[in-house]
Nanobody
């Protein structure tokens, strides 16, 4: 499994922006599709976005506001979050998908996880 570490979370006001980073270790980083999930207290982990060689995928709730990208040379995946709203408040996790990614959105289908980074949006 690839080792993942998220960073970039913090406290922002509604309408603000943050960029999250997910640093991956290991030679095989580029062979994984990467995703971002979020989890608010008492709720299940929710799919946010994913990126693979086939393209990018977004939850309807973030489409048009969030952008996922990756830098293979740095073994890092990013989530640019714009127009943040209080309902975006959650712990954000990056995750790696093993095998051919076909648009899966279930957290249990991703094989490796970071520890998460807190994003809090104030109104």
């Amino acid at each position: 499994q690839v080792q993942l570490v998220e960073s970039g979370g913090g406290l922002v006001q509604a309408g603000g922006s943050l960029r999250l980073s997910c640093a991956g270790s290991g030679r095989a980083f580029s062979t994984y599709a990467m995703g971002w999930f979020r989890q608010a207290p008492g709720k299940e982990r929710e799919f946010v976005a994913a990126i693979s060689w086939s393209g990018t995928y977004y939850a309807d709730s973030v489409k048009g506001r969030f952008t996922i990208s990756r830098d293979m040379a740095k073994s890092t995946t990013y989530l640019q979050m714009n127009s943040l709203q209080p309902e975006d408040t959650a712990v954000y996790y990056c995750a790696a998908y093993t095998g051919r990614y076909r648009g899966a959105t279930s957290a249990r289908e991703f094989s490796s996880w970071g520890q998460g980074t807190q994003v809090t949006v104030s109104s």
